[in-house]
């Protein structure tokens, strides 16, 4: 990477980045809130999280104008490790989350994201709208009509500001209205500062305290891998958006590297794992973020504001977050998935349910993946599997032709001589491999089966079309399996 | 009279109607249309999630237009098509704005009054801050 090319993502827009990371800033502070409550710690935890993963991605992210920060698919993963193992083992896990990325991104596994199926990928983002989703029903049990108001007002604010004036992010307006309602009606509800401590401090650094024993890693390892690849899922998908909608190209391996840097750095300092946003990087780029300096902006003003602010940002009414939470989630949700569901292949929608039913099970996005991308493979393989044999006379009834269209291989094999009739009354046969291609020894080792049974009963079988490479291999292997007297 | 016109399509019936209209426009005067077709951020996060790679996007994108392209080749007229990202409103207007057109032809999309306040309108949009005419097809 050359000096201009590092002077045009750092300073090549930096009116527009500088602004974007001020709008990024003010509608990151109510998500990483809200997420650290999902995930069952205090708020400065993911606002540590948001400010560390933001700066150091500015530095060493492949993919100017993403925000990275604390996130919904991370704090779900987290949950179970945190109330049964406590902070320490969060931070040491996010430290090893990190590691993994970092792996990741050296050994360019940033291309295995290739065979995560379509189908996959939208269960992914559908199963995290519902887990965020059904996340805030505790904030409701037992809760009065004032707060199912407050939390309708919120979204009321959030959807309808927009159509009035976009210069500042509707979730802060809706957040700063309904906490001072709350604050000068002296409206008895549940606030931040109830379900945790905010201290105006910056983070610091520390090795989290925990023993460093073999148990310590074996717990805290099965939480780092899922947490690395859920991250790097999420982190690679957004990269791909943001690539479409600035129509520019971006590094994925650099850009798994530098989540696993910035994981590394954000559990020493206090922080939860966290990935790249959807939902942010595209509020950044539409309002005219585009280099590195915007994620820059974006992770030290929202340090800045909490530190100025913090007094009062305990006491933002949880109706508030709840309503910023079923915004986020409505947003992650991809509609258009519903509305074409009865449009695509059966199988692809099944992988999608599948998926998110897996999800929504386990609370466990890693797990929704591995079923996915295991179904998915064995419907490939069911479908690949299957030859279709097409069947014609010729030549007055003397000669038949079987067209075979499919892939030849051990799986498919197993009936393919079923299909065939060897003892009808005919001179020849011809097997047509035109749409057909062989593709192993037990490929050619069925045609010489099929072809001795023919021959036993007098029939003289011929090939045509077969392609080159399945010639090849044919004539390497053909007639072995023959020989050897079966 | 009419020699350069933009007109912003997403594939929709309306934008049919205004393809068609743009067309009628420039005949007879060795005219060009300047096609524009814009991707919104919400349209990408939809579209990347679909699809395999950049190519098939692309490719998706291009087929919402192939009916307007298939109209225009049959009957010979000189257009070009543009894709560009972000809020389909703004980025019509910038882009009319700058390259000058002699007029300025999009659908609309028949909202009602409540329709047009929640979703905004683009063609209202596009005809308030375009500087040249404004065609709105309903």
Redesign the interface.
């Known amino acids: 990477m050359n000096l201009q090319s590092i002077k045009q993502e750092w300073f090549g827009n930096v009116r527009g980045d500088v602004l974007a990371g001020i709008v990024v800033a003010l509608a990151l502070i109510p998500e990483a809130i809200a997420f650290s409550i999902i995930a069952g710690v205090d708020p400065m935890v993911g606002l540590y999280a948001s400010f560390c993963m933001s700066v150091v991605i500015a530095f060493v992210g492949g993919r100017p104008g993403m925000i990275s920060a604390a996130t919904g698919a991370m704090a779900l993963l987290m949950i179970t490790l945190i109330a049964d193992h406590g902070l320490q083992y969060l931070l040491a896990a996010t430290v090893l989350t990190g590691i993994l990325q970092i792996l990741f991104g050296v050994f360019k596994l940033a291309r295995v994201m290739?065979f995560i199926p379509?189908s996959v990928?939208?269960g992914f983002?559908n199963a995290l709208a519902i887990l965020i989703f059904t996340s805030q029903f505790q904030h409701f049990v037992g809760a009065t009509w004032v707060m199912y108001a407050l939390v309708a007002l919120t979204l009321a604010i959030i959807y309808?500001l927009p159509?009035v004036s976009t210069a500042v992010p509707s979730t802060l307006v809706a957040i700063i209205v309904v906490t001072a309602i709350v604050i000068f009606g002296k409206i008895g509800v549940n606030t931040v500062g109830d379900l945790g401590s905010l201290t105006q401090s910056l983070p610091v650094f520390l090795i989290p305290s925990i023993p460093l024993t073999f148990e310590t890693l074996m717990i805290i390892f099965p939480y780092s891998l899922a947490l690395a690849i859920v991250g790097l899922l999420e982190s690679l998908?957004t990269a791909?958006?943001v690539?479409?909608?600035?129509?520019t190209e971006s590094d994925k391996n650099k850009e798994s590297r530098g989540q696993g840097y910035a994981n590394v750095v954000t559990g020493f300092f206090g922080g939860m794992a966290g990935c790249a946003m959807?939902g942010q990087s595209?509020i950044n780029?539409?309002s005219g973020g585009s280099g590195r300096l915007s994620s820059l902006v974006a992770g030290t003003f929202l340090m800045f504001l909490i530190i100025v602010l913090g007094g009062i940002v305990v006491q933002i009414p949880m109706a508030a977050l709840a309503g910023v939470m079923i915004m986020v989630s409505i947003g992650t949700f991809?509609w258009?998935?519903i509305k074409t569901i009865h449009l695509i292949p059966r199988t692809d929608a099944i992988v999608m349910v599948v998926t998110v039913a897996t999800v929504v099970f386990t609370h466990d996005l890693s797990k929704g993946v591995l079923a996915g991308v295991t179904l998915s493979a064995i419907f490939f393989a069911s479908k690949i599997s299957k030859i279709h044999v097409e069947e014609s006379l010729a030549k007055n009834g003397l000669q038949k032709i079987y067209k075979l269209q499919g892939q030849i291989f051990f799986a498919s094999v197993s009936d393919l001589p079923q299909k065939f009739n060897f003892k009808e009354d005919i001179r020849e046969v011809v097997i047509d491999l035109t749409d057909a291609h062989l593709w192993d020894d037990s490929a050619v080792g069925a045609l010489d089966k099929i072809e001795t049974k023919f021959e036993q009963n007098n029939i003289e079988v011929s090939y045509r079309g077969l392609n080159n490479a399945s010639q090849q291999l044919k004539k390497r292997i053909g007639g072995l399996s023959k020989a050897s007297g079966h | 009279m009419y020699k350069k016109v933009l007109l912003a399509a997403d594939g929709s019936e309306h934008s049919l109607r205004a393809a068609e209209q743009a067309k009628t426009l420039i005949s007879g005067n060795k005219g060009f249309i300047d096609i524009i077709f814009v991707v919104s951020g919400a349209a990408s996060k939809e579209d990347v999630l679909h699809h395999a790679s950049k190519e098939e996007i692309n490719a998706s994108r291009k087929e919402s237009l192939k009916e307007i392209e298939m109209n225009f080749q049959n009957s010979d007229t000189d257009y070009q098509i543009h894709i560009l990202h972000g809020e389909p409103g703004p980025t019509i207007v910038d882009f009319a704005n700058k390259n000058d057109y002699d007029c300025v032809v999009l659908g609309s999309r028949g909202l009602n009054q409540v329709q047009s306040l929640v979703l905004g309108s683009v063609s209202h949009k596009v005809a308030k801050r375009v500087e040249s005419p404004v065609m709105i097809v309903k």
């Open positions: 290739k379509r990928m939208v983002v309808l159509k998908l791909n958006i690539d479409d909608m600035t129509d959807i595209v780029v539409k991809d258009g998935s």
